[in-house]
């Protein structure tokens, strides 16, 4: 499958069942306790880390955005489906959402506090992961942060039908350390990291990552290294 054909095939699935997967998820986040302490502990992060603007990319209909508006962050939401954004907007009247990619972020170089992906990478093909994390990696500022949430698995599922809609999705699944090394690749080390058994009607343990791009060095050291340089240079 060719980049356009996995990202036309998962814009218009999403657009077909926009409506009813939003009705089906809309409170879901009310009953995930160790999720919303994720998000929590992010936030505080982000915020400590000096705050800034915050994308969740493959934001959907924006349940996740508007809950990190309500933890204190400067947070507006992305996602490929114009269905979705148009869902976003209407609940979320008060939050920004905008179309655009994941591999392609109409984001300037070294502007955000954090980047957020829960569970928008599982339609990523595997050999795109590493351009989607280098992507994420480019536009952080110095010290930022990404979280990354997804279903832990080895396998991959292909749906045809949700929701009484016909779709064309691949559902991919993710080990920890393999998502680790990726982020690590491209530059954003890993942090911390949670993992958790099934619930109710899941088939799969789920987890997240917090990794973060390498803040700048302190300015008195920054000096030092500039000065010990100069140094050297007089000397030879």
């Not at 980047?115 to 599982?122: G, N, R």
């Not at 990696?137 to 949430?149: C, N, S």
């Not at 619930?199 to 060095?217: F, G, N, Y």
């Amino acid at each position: 499958m060719t980049e356009a054909d996995f990202l036309n095939s998962t814009r218009a699935s999403y657009n077909a069942m926009a409506i009813d997967y939003d009705e089906r998820f809309r409170d879901e986040l009310a009953a995930q306790t160790l999720e919303r302490a994720v998000f929590a502990g992010f936030a505080e992060l982000v915020r400590n880390a000096g705050g800034g603007p915050v994308a969740d990319v493959g934001s959907g209909p924006g349940r996740v955005t508007a809950h990190l508006h309500g933890l204190g962050l400067s947070v507006y939401g992305i996602d490929l489906s114009p269905r979705m954004v148009e869902l976003a907007r209407r609940e979320h009247p008060g939050l920004r959402f905008e179309e655009g990619s994941m591999l392609a972020l109409d984001i300037p170089d070294g502007t955000l506090a954090a980047v957020v992906a829960w569970y928008s990478t599982i339609h990523v093909p595997q050999e795109r992961l590493p351009d989607v994390f280098a992507e994420f990696h480019r536009v952080l500022a110095p010290g930022g942060y990404a979280l990354v949430g997804f279903q832990v698995g080895d396998e991959q599922r292909v749906y045809t039908e949700a929701f009484g809609h016909e779709v064309s999705l691949t559902f991919r699944r993710w080990q920890p350390d393999r998502i680790a090394e990726l982020l690590a690749g491209a530059g954003l080390p890993v942090r911390a990291r949670t993992f958790r058994e099934p619930e109710r009607w899941e088939p799969t343990p789920q987890a997240s990552l917090i990794a973060r791009k390498p803040p700048l060095p302190p300015a008195d050291d920054q000096t030092a290294d500039d000065q010990t340089a100069g140094d050297q240079a007089a000397e030879s």
